[in-house]
Nanobody
């Protein structure tokens, strides 16, 4: 059974950093497309970052150069390093995974498995 548990969210000021983690179980992260998407109140879900089976990464334009996605297949854990945070980054961040698909950034919100989310709040 696929299970994803996010952690690491919190409240920071503009310019601050956070590191999100997603502990995965029930499947090998090395064989799945994995990614992060976010949703702010009243807004649509937005794919933020993706990492495919080969380790290639993709980012939304809004976070390029500030966020870094990575995974440790030995620990079955996905990470998202958030730097230079802005108030517009405030959202619930979700880890997602699927064995199917291209892992394109615009597909991350439609992956089959999600976690419960972790809140990121950036104050000005």
């Amino acid at each position: 059974q696929v299970h994803l548990v996010e952690s690491g969210g919190g409240s920071v000021q503009t310019g601050g950093s956070l590191r999100l983690s997603c502990a995965a179980s029930g499947f090998p992260t090395s064989r799945y497309c994995m990614g992060w998407f976010r949703q702010a109140p009243g807004k649509e879900r937005e794919g933020v970052a993706a990492i495919d089976r080969s380790g290639s990464t993709r980012y939304a334009d809004s976070v390029k150069g500030r966020f870094t996605i990575s995974k440790d297949n030995a620990k079955n854990t996905l990470y998202l390093q958030l730097n230079s945070l802005k108030p517009e980054d405030t959202a619930m961040y979700y880890c997602a995974a699927d064995w199917r698909g291209s892992c394109a950034i615009d597909t991350i919100t439609r992956l089959n498995y999600w976690g419960q989310g972790t809140q990121v709040t950036v104050s000005s």
